[in-house]
């Protein structure tokens, strides 16, 4: 039965390839076209196709049916009033299985693509407001990982790596490392939004997500650390010295650092 039914869509696709505003179908090839349309495109970077005939002219309001001449690829998409691609653009030939590929533009951009296997998404990329998502799925519907763009840079990423989710918010300057694929972190650095004179930020967690030590780094080279119960210390490079503090900001310890000695 689903080989019939390949059987007639393809013997329905040649059929109006051949003949023009059948069906209200336009017939539509490359070699119509001022450039080469080979459909690649980089989503995030919203860029529209922007397809003309060889004189310049923009494509009349319609349905096409569009065929690459090169790889067998076929296609059928709406054009509006504006000679923009708009609505779904349903594969015929030449791409995977019909069912599995989905994609929709609206005015002359993609703006969402959906790949599934056996049933499962397994790649899902989509603008909503200003940001443009993409998404990686596994085949037991596990996300793999994610980015987000914003006006083609990239602002976001979450992946896996065998120690767990390491997150990157370009936005709010945080990176993040996960156990696991917990929502527990480990370990978490800060580089924008800091105060003044402070360049980054790194703090440490236990295995339950508890706060055992933060790590801040001065412009001025100075980096000072400070344990859960409060207390605190200093390193100077400058001096070279290590200045250790109560929590109530009592100096309790200064001690050189002496570098090992090497010996050739």
């Given at each position: 039965m689903k080989k019939n039914a390949s059987h007639l869509i393809?013997?329905?696709?040649?059929?109006?390839l051949t003949t023009t505003n059948t069906f209200g179908q336009i017939a539509l090839k490359n070699s119509d076209l001022k450039d080469y349309w080979n459909m690649e495109w980089d989503m995030e970077k919203l860029k529209p196709q922007n397809l003309r005939y060889k004189d310049g002219t923009l494509l009349k309001k319609g349905n096409y049916i569009f065929d690459s001449e090169r790889g067998g690829l076929i296609v059928s998409f709406y054009v509006n009033d504006s000679g923009q691609i708009d609505g779904a653009l349903v594969a015929i030939k030449g791409l995977p299985p019909l069912s599995d590929l989905q994609l929709n533009y609206?005015?002359?951009?993609?703006?969402?693509?959906?790949?599934?296997?056996?049933?499962?998404?397994?790649?899902?990329?989509?603008?909503?407001?200003?940001?443009?998502?993409?998404?990686?799925?596994?085949?037991?519907e596990k996300l793999l990982c994610e980015r987000r763009y914003r006006n083609g840079e990239s602002i976001y990423s979450k992946g896996l790596n065998?120690?767990?989710?390491?997150?990157?918010?370009?936005?709010?300057?945080?990176?993040?490392?996960?156990?696991?694929?917990?929502?527990?972190?480990?370990?978490?650095?800060?580089?924008?939004?800091?105060?003044e004179g402070i360049t980054q930020?790194?703090?440490e967690f236990d295995e339950?997500?508890?706060?055992?030590?933060?790590?801040?780094?001065?412009?001025?080279?100075?980096?000072?650390?400070?344990s859960s119960n409060g207390h605190y210390e200093i390193y100077n490079p400058k001096d070279g010295f290590i200045y250790k503090y109560s929590n109530k900001g009592k100096l309790l310890k200064k001690t050189k650092l002496v570098s090992p000695m090497i010996i050739e």
């Open positions: 393809l013997v329905l696709t040649l059929f109006l609206r005015n002359d951009t993609l703006v969402k693509y959906e790949r599934k296997k056996e049933g499962v998404v397994v790649q899902y990329e989509y603008l909503e407001g200003d940001t443009f998502y993409k998404k990686e799925y596994d085949e037991q065998p120690s767990g989710w390491i997150v990157d918010d370009e936005v709010k300057g945080i990176r993040e490392w996960y156990s696991g694929e917990s929502n527990i972190v480990f370990q978490r650095e800060t580089y924008k939004n800091l105060q930020k790194t703090e339950k997500g508890n706060p055992e030590r933060t790590k801040i780094y001065y412009k001025d080279s100075r980096e000072k650390t400070i």
